[in-house]
């Protein structure tokens, strides 16, 4: 019998070494070096996919050209026939991408990449799954909608099997539920294993680079939300989409964290339902929809997510510490920010707030860092101070500074237009974005100011 070999795993980065270290050496984490069991053997790839040797899609050797001689042309993309999904991905889906979509268990992964794969209604999909049966499958694929011809199920883990399936079938798009159920028999470790994974990911890039085939991969994720498996997982693929929520709640967040053909500050918003995923157009008037104008503590700030304009509705709730020291609290929103408007406030402005628990909430489930929300953020704790409310008509775009000026913003216009389309008619804007903005072609009153003790006193008096 052949000597098994061995090697140790760092669990975090993916790091390997030929005996067990406490330290890694690449990442700095402690006591993440696992051993597992590791046989390279060409004869167990005999069912591997390979390149074609002749024909259109056979491998060539690759030779060095200068930069000059390289033609380039536009990269075509699929349509997607998911408004969301594309705007996340840059205008569709890249042939030969690999595309890796992270969320939490129960969120809505599988539920999403199937209804992907049911609307691609002009091309082959083979939806690969390693967790669910074809029972299951089906099931779910009922109450998302009319069914697709052209989409297959296949219910199997091992790649070699996988790839001769892909021979026979051909199939235009290739969807992987999930890469952590999936193994090579390249490598004797366990499935979910770091070797397995980057084996299984290896082999999956190979064919989505030599064949021109985007292939989508679902990731499972670790207690504080990166991706499960080792961090070159996510070196090696081109994209990696966030799906982010409150399984409690119906909105879904699908965001991007890495993307080789496009923006990553894009954001698509979902709306789960009995009949699967709705897309949300418009998600301002969404986030809007509960506001009540009379109530203190409130205020409605204009930000970006990519190219997108949203307005949200910025809760702060201000109430006398009942223990010595003070809370600070933020949720959707940076606490090391909030702290320091808060100090901001307290020095430029004269408010007390060294006695008082500050509650901070991003309306909707949003994760915003956005620094043109920081105005709406003071507003709202001024407001919740002194209970106060904040007139229904009036919005905020601008950044605070720690002098307390206010300083300008980038793309002034989309905010205003946003703000104009839902029907708000004043705006607090800085004084230096409206130098070289032409405020009279829109319907919105514009209000410049350099203080933030203007702000205060135009709301408030």
Known sequence: M?????????????????????RCPS????????????????????????PPTTGP????????????????????????????LNRVLGGGLVPGSLVLIGGEPGIGKSTLMLQIAMSLKQMKVLYISGEESEQQIKMRAERLGPQHPQCYILTETNTQNIFK?????????????????????????????VSQVRECTAELLKFAKETGVPVLLIGHITKDGSIAGPKILEHMVDTVLQFEGDRHLSYRILRTTKNRFGSTSELGIYEMQGTGLRQVSNPSEILLSQRTESLSGMAIGATLEGNRPLLVEVQALVTPATYGTPQRSATGFDA???????????????LRLGQHDVFLNIAGGLRLDDPALDIAVCAAVVSSLNDLPIPGNVCLAAE??????????????????????????????????????????YGIRAQPVGRLDEVLSGLFG
């Not at 104009?420 to 004084?431: A, D, H, R, V």
Request: glycine share 8%.
């Open 2 to 22: 052949a000597k098994l070999k061995t090697l140790y795993f760092c669990q975090n980065c993916g790091a390997q070494s030929a005996k067990w270290i406490g």
């Open 400 to 441: 605070v500074g720690l002098s307390g000026e206010i300083r300008a913003v980038s793309r002034l216009d989309q905010r205003l237009s946003e703000a104009e389309k839902l029907g708000f008619s004043e705006m607090y804007i800085s004084q230096f974005n409206a130098r070289g903005l032409d405020l009279a072609r």
């Open 27 to 50: 990442c700095s984490e402690w006591n993440t070096y696992v051993e597992e069991v590791i046989q390279k053997d060409d004869t167990k790839a005999a069912g591997s996919w390979k």
């Open 57 to 84: 899609g056979a491998k060539t050797v690759s030779k060095p050209r200068v930069i000059g001689e390289i033609h380039y042309e536009e990269e075509s993309r699929f349509d997607t026939n998911d408004g969301e």
């Open 336 to 350: 090391k920010r909030l702290n320091m408007l808060l100090a901001v406030l307290e020095k430029r402005s004269g």
């Open 165 to 193: 399936q892909i021979d026979q079938l051909q199939p235009n798009v290739v969807i992987v539920d999930s890469i952590q159920t999936l193994h090579s028999g390249l490598v004797e470790s366990g499935a979910g294993s």
